[in-house]
Every structure is written in C-alpha cells, then in structure tokens.
C-alpha cells in the first residue's frame, strides 16, 4: 500500500485497508496481552494499570480505520496517530517486557500510512521503541546509544534519504512523462488534422489535374482536328477543280474519322492511336506525313541515336509535344519548312521543332490558338515527367521547341 494515494483503488478497498491494520495491531496488542497476563505480578494494582494502557491503546488503534482513507489529505494526521501508536507502545514496554513485541505493528502500519520517504523514518522511530522502553539509553545500557545510531539508525536515515530522492527522481520523471504523453497527444491530434488536410488538398489536386489533362486531350484531339476539318472546308470551296475538291473532302472525312478516335481514347485515358501499334519515331514520322498532306509544308522527321520503347507517359508526351508544335507552325508561323528530330541519348531523350516560320518574341501573348493554352498544356505535359522545355524564337527567324525528358526504358512484364 506504500505510495498509494486515496482514490487510486476502490473507496471499499480504502476502508477494508484500514480495517486490515486496525485487525493486525489489535492482534498484535492481544497476543502480548495473553502473554504477559500468563506471567507472574508482583503488584496487582500495576497489572489493572497496565490493563487500562492496553485498553486505551486498543480504542487508539480503531482510529487507523477512518484515518487510512485520509492519510495524505491532512498529512498531520497519520503523524498524531503514529506517534500516539509509539508513546503508548513505549508504555506497555516499559511496564512489561512482553510488550515492546507490540512496537511491530508499527512497521506495516508505516509503510501504509505513509510516502515513501517519511516510512523510513517511521521505520526508524519504531526500532527505538524497545529499546527506549527497556531503558538502552539510560547510563547503565549494556549498549551504549551511539553504538545504536551509528550501528542501526544512522543507516536506516541514510536509506530514508536515498529512497526519497528516488521518490523524487520517480515524481519528476511520471509528470515528465505525462508531459511527454500530452504533447504526443497534442501532435498526433495536429497530425490527424493535417492528414485530413492534405487529404483534401489531393483530392483537389487530382481533380484540377483530371481537369488539366482532359482539356490537353480536348485541345490535342478534338480541338486540332475540327480547325483542320474547318480548312480543308474552306479550301474545297476554293478549289479549282472538282478532283482537287474530292481530295479536300477526303481529307475531312480522314481528319474527322481520327478525331472521333482520338477523343474516344482521350475520354478512356489511353495512348493516341498512332502510339498504339507503332514505335515513336515511326509515329513521329507518319505525324510528319499527314501534316504534308494536308497543309503542304514540308515537314522532315528523323532520329539519331538507339531507338528504344521508352515509359508510355513519356512517349505521349513527346508526341503531344511535336503535334503541338507542328499545329501551331503551320496554322500560325506561315512556315514552308519544319524540322522535328528525336533524340537518344544516355540518360534523356531530346525533342526539337524547327520551323523558318515568322517567329515571335517570347514573353508576348502567345501565338498558338490565341489563349496560350497551346504553349501552357505543352509546358504542363512536360513538367509531369520530370522534363524541361525551352522554345527559341524571334520575329523573322523562325521557332525552336526543345524538350528534353528523362530516357526511363519500358519494362516489359515476363
């Protein structure tokens, strides 16, 4: 029960413990009686004494009953009691031998009532008892008393200190701990708040993104298709001949054909259809094709390097990118010669478009649709993988567009 503060355990168990000390020192105090009572006396008026020494130290024993579940409210109360228990043990010993045994019942009782420091002490009072009540520090002590402090007291006051610091330590380190215990609390809980937080900021994250990316797919598919559509239109209204006006029709049946598949795969996030059975260079390389045969610019594609399949998010962006560029050199820059070479190096691959168009200066409003958004998807797509690009241009002198991605090989399954 040492150390154990009131309204740790069960108030039940509080005054059952009280009870348990009352029964052992009133045991106690009744053995000693027998015993002593079993001896001869010498005067009988002493014994009836002794008897009313016994009596009253009984009823003072009872008051450890409501006192134990107050013990360390009113701390000045288990010392009046302790002391009260030694004077009336010292009493009863010095009256009949018998009774210094009576004094133990002071060891349990001072562990119960109280801490851990001021036990020891108590402890201690309670060995000198007996000794007190046998006169072991009058002159004739067959054991002198500094014997006796040096010997006994002074180590059990050596052990009441130490055990008190210790007590102490234990005290500091508990409300550090407790401490400890609320600021985990405290972060786990701004933790908790933060998570959900970053919860919600990627929900919204990949929504804008899911946003970003259907628009580059619209403006990539649908968007470039329906303004080729509109041209070949136009040119067939102008055309010269009625073959020359079949071939412009055809190629809006072509254009309109492929955009419907394009917008399909868009929707289902899936890789432009000349991607889907072909190599990028080869896709590259019919992308160059079909810009010729529908706008009449020259457009040449080639590759240096070791060819090799590449991450399918590269590959569609490294498309997304030349078709970008080549859309807007041949709506826009008014070229007669475009240039797309694809790269393989170490580590990257290498994307440039070049046109002898008539340029623009960088930083103006871009030329592409009139929005920018041309120039800003193809920024993005890159972005996404790690990569840089960088456009080269100037009014009269043409446009550069150089992108550079990381060359991470595709790995095929076994």
Known sequence: ?????????????????????????????????????????????????????????????????PLFPRRYRRPWLPALFFLGLLAGAWVLGSRVE????????GYPIAFSIFTARWSIFAVTATAMVPMMARGGWGPDASTPAWVVVVSVIGPMLFVAWFV???ND????????????????????EENAGLHAQLLTQAREAGVLDERQRMAR?????????LTGIVTQLQAAGRAPSEA????????????????????????????????????????????????????????????????????????????RVAQEALANAEKHARASR??????????????DVRDDGTGFTPGEPARGDGTGFGLQAMRQRVQRVAGTLAIESAPGEGTAVNVQVPAIPLVKDP
Not at 98 to 105: K, M, Q, Y
């Open 217 to 225: 797919e619209i403006h990539d598919t649908l968007a470039q298709g």
């Open 338 to 351: 475009i240039g797309v070479t694809l790269t393989y190096a170490d580590d990257v691959v290498l994307l």
């Open 169 to 188: 330590k234990r005290k500091r380190a508990n409300a550090e701990l407790a401490k400890s215990n609320a600021r985990l609390e405290t972060a786990l």
């Open 1 to 65: 029960m040492m150390g154990l503060r009131p309204g740790e355990v069960d108030p039940r168990a509080e005054r059952l413990g009280g009870r348990i000390l009352a029964g052992v020192g009133l045991t106690g105090l009744g053995i000693c009686t027998i015993i002593a009572a079993a001896l001869p006396h010498g005067d009988p008026a002493q014994w009836r004494l002794t008897l009313v020494f016994v009596a009253v130290n009984a009823v003072w024993i009872l008051g450890i009953v």
């Open 164 to 166: 008190g610091v210790e």
């Open 98 to 105: 018998t009774f210094t045994a009576f004094a133990s019942v």
């Open 244 to 319: 020359s006006r079949e071939r412009h029709l055809t190629q809006v049946h072509t254009l309109a054909k492929d955009s419907l598949t394009e917008a399909r795969r868009a929707v289902q996030a899936l890789r432009p259809e000349p991607l889907a059975d072909s190599r990028l260079p080869e896709a590259l390389a019919d992308l160059a094709r079909r810009v010729t045969d529908t706008s009449g610019v020259a457009v040449a594609a080639e590759t240096s390097g070791e060819a090799r399949p590449l991450l399918p998010e590269l590959e569609v962006t490294l498309y």
